[in-house]
């Protein structure tokens, strides 16, 4: 399998082990399993619980975000792979202007069948006054765009933008959900610095690995490797403080990096009371692990001042 093939096969991945966890109970999402199949496999109780907090650490920031732009915002998901979060927050009433996920044509193309042939995701999408458009690999419908680009490519990715009517004044949070780790660092940093430079008001969100650099993180690196798929990025993924490092040698103000086992420490207690009693978990050692190789990053620039600053998990 060529390289390019394995980062996109990691989407079939992260989306199956969403669609357990989903099952199991740890969250509500009523969407992932119309965009994929059921799995075969049976994910042990750590798994679940990485990404429970994986998803609502993320889901608590895209929150908060929305309120405080009070829907006056956009969001753009980079390598959304089969993401449902447009969907969740559009019942929770959370809706920005604008909403576009970008991923390789390979990915977007499945996406956009999901979408085509499943009504619970298709009727979220109509609008009365805008028509639908779905092609082979795009689908553009009000405030939703599906669009196909490859992020390395600031051209591709900037001409995908205007034709979604991304409008650079306003505020726009940028998600990243296991996503930069696979991209050279080059081509991280232009990305991250053209966003800084054209969006004067912005927030982004990367969820990653990181604390690489030791014998846990080696064998991380070995699975992927196994899997012909590299991790490019691994370089900024050396520490907290690189993570924030590369976001502020870019031009943004601010950033703040946390490991997850912190950030799952600070979601709402009763949901973790509860999620913690879904299945018995035997090896908390290894869920520590787990937890301190991923964090989760966010850093701004707030030039309306809209409060982005008072933005945590
Ligand atoms: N963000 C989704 C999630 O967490 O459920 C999918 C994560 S998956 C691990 C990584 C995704 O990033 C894949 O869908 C892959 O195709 C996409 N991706 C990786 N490099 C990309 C690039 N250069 N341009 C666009 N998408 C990319």
Same mark, same amino acid.
């Given at each position: 399998?060529?390289?390019?093939?394995?980062?996109?096969?990691?989407?079939?991945?992260?989306?199956?082990?969403?669609?357990?966890?989903?099952?199991? @109970? =740890?969250?509500?999402? $009523?969407?992932?399993?119309?965009?994929? $199949?059921? @799995?075969?496999?049976?994910?042990?109780?750590?798994?679940?619980?990485?990404?429970?907090?994986?998803?609502?650490?993320?889901?608590?920031?895209?929150?908060?975000?929305?309120?405080?732009?009070?829907?006056?915002? +956009?969001?753009?998901?980079? @390598?959304?792979?089969? !993401?449902?979060?447009?969907?969740?927050?559009?019942?929770?009433?959370?809706? $920005? /202007?604008?909403?576009?996920?970008? !991923?390789?044509?390979? &990915?977007?193309?499945?996406?956009?069948?999901?979408?085509?042939?499943?009504?619970?995701?298709?009727?979220?999408?109509?609008?009365? *006054?805008? !028509?639908?458009?779905?092609?082979?690999?795009?689908?553009?419908?009000? !405030?939703?765009?599906? &669009?196909?680009?490859?992020?390395?490519?600031?051209?591709?990715?900037?001409? /995908?933008?205007?034709?979604?009517?991304? *409008?650079?004044?306003?505020?726009?949070?940028?998600?990243?959900?296991?996503?930069?780790?696979?991209?050279?660092?080059?081509?991280?940093?232009?990305?991250?610095?053209?966003?800084?430079?054209?969006?004067?008001?912005?927030?982004?969100?990367? =969820?990653?690995?990181?604390?690489?650099?030791?014998?846990?993180?080696?064998?991380?690196?070995?699975?992927?490797?196994?899997?012909?798929?590299?991790?490019?990025?691994?370089?900024?993924?050396?520490?907290?403080?690189?993570?924030?490092?590369?976001?502020?040698?870019?031009?943004?103000?601010?950033?703040?990096?946390?490991?997850?086992?912190?950030? =799952?420490?600070?979601? $709402?207690?009763?949901?973790?009371?509860?999620?913690?009693?879904?299945?018995?978990?035997?090896?908390?050692?290894?869920?520590?692990?787990?937890?301190?190789?991923?964090?989760? &990053?966010?850093?701004? +620039?707030?030039?309306?001042?809209?409060?982005?600053?008072?933005?945590?998990?």
């Amino acid at each position: 399998m060529a390289c390019e093939d394995a980062i996109m096969a990691t989407n079939d991945d992260a989306a199956q082990c969403k669609r357990f966890a989903v099952e199991k @109970g =740890y969250w509500v999402d $009523p969407y992932i399993s119309l965009l994929v $199949p059921k @799995g075969k496999s049976i994910h042990a109780p750590e798994i679940n619980r990485g990404y429970y907090a994986r998803v609502m650490g993320i889901r608590n920031l895209i929150q908060k975000f929305v309120e405080i732009t009070q829907k006056e915002c +956009q969001i753009v998901s980079l @390598g959304a792979g089969f !993401d449902t979060t447009y969907w969740c927050l559009k019942d929770k009433g959370l809706n $920005p /202007k604008r909403y576009v996920e970008v !991923d390789f044509p390979a &990915v977007t193309s499945r996406k956009c069948q999901q979408i085509k042939s499943k009504k619970a995701l298709l009727d979220k999408l109509v609008t009365e *006054d805008e !028509d639908i458009m779905v092609s082979a690999y795009e689908v553009h419908a009000g !405030d939703y765009h599906l &669009v196909s680009a490859d992020i390395r490519n600031i051209e591709e990715f900037e001409a /995908k933008l205007a034709a979604c009517g991304i *409008d650079k004044s306003l505020a726009t949070l940028f998600i990243a959900e296991c996503v930069l780790v696979y991209i050279e660092t080059k081509f991280t940093n232009q990305l991250l610095k053209w966003i800084s430079q054209h969006f004067p008001t912005t927030m982004f969100i990367n =969820y990653e690995q990181v604390n690489m650099g030791d014998k846990f993180g080696q064998v991380m690196m070995d699975n992927l490797k196994a899997r012909e798929c590299f991790l490019h990025g691994v370089s900024a993924c050396a520490s907290l403080e690189t993570q924030k490092a590369r976001f502020l040698s870019q031009g943004w103000t601010e950033a703040t990096a946390m490991e997850m086992i912190n950030v =799952y420490k600070l979601l $709402p207690h009763a949901d973790l009371h509860r999620i913690e009693r879904l299945e018995f978990l035997d090896e908390r050692e290894l869920l520590e692990q787990l937890y301190s190789h991923y964090c989760l &990053v966010w850093a701004f +620039q707030d030039g309306a001042g809209v409060g982005l600053q008072t933005i945590a998990v």
